[in-house]
């Protein structure tokens, strides 16, 4: 039986929320955006307002699936500002209590590995990623948002 799309939601909803908690645990102020705000999910940065940063979340639900799902469309991230982040969030398994996992790359070279991807220049629009397929220099990479840490 399918999953319902309400607890597909719920999964996204759920990796947008621990990556405002890592965010705050690293001292980087955040606020998650309304549903669907133009290919983002959380607005950072530095209470002053000097530096301010939008993530795109992609949750992965162990138990329901085991890849990230992008599509054709986010091969236009590769034009995304130096100021635009994708987390991928594994959410970690229920049934073995597994601890999520984190991803963080420029939207700019996730972009890239869509373009790379097999499905490339076929009709198929999934970018199907598993966490080994990912770039292994995003795997816990929040030192790439270091910039918004306020100094």
């Known amino acids: 039986m399918p999953t319902p799309q309400w607890i597909k939601k719920l999964g996204g909803h759920a ?6 908690a890592e965010l705050s645990k ?3 102020a955040s606020a998650l955006l309304p549903e669907n705000f133009s290919d983002n999910d959380i607005l950072f940065g530095q209470k002053e ?3 301010l940063g939008y993530i795109q979340v992609k949750s992965c639900h162990p138990d ?4 990230f799902i992008l599509r054709e ?4 991230w590769t034009k ?9 969030v594994w959410l970690g398994s229920l049934r073995s209590n ?3 996992k984190f991803w963080i790359a420029k939207k700019r070279d996730a972009g890239l590995a869509c373009i790379k991807h097999s499905a490339h220049g076929t009709s198929n629009w999934e970018r199907r990623f598993s966490p080994e397929n990912l770039n292994r220099h995003w795997e816990n990479n929040w030192a790439l948002l270091e910039e918004y840490v306020k100094k």
């Open 80 to 88: 995304a500002n130096t100021n635009q982040f994708v987390v991928f």
């Open 64 to 67: 329901r699936a085991n890849t």
């Open 98 to 100: 597994e601890n999520p």
């Open 49 to 51: 307002g000097n530096k």
């Open 73 to 76: 469309t986010d091969e236009k």
């Open 15 to 20: 990796g947008e929320l621990y990556v405002a």
């Open 26 to 28: 690293r001292g980087i």
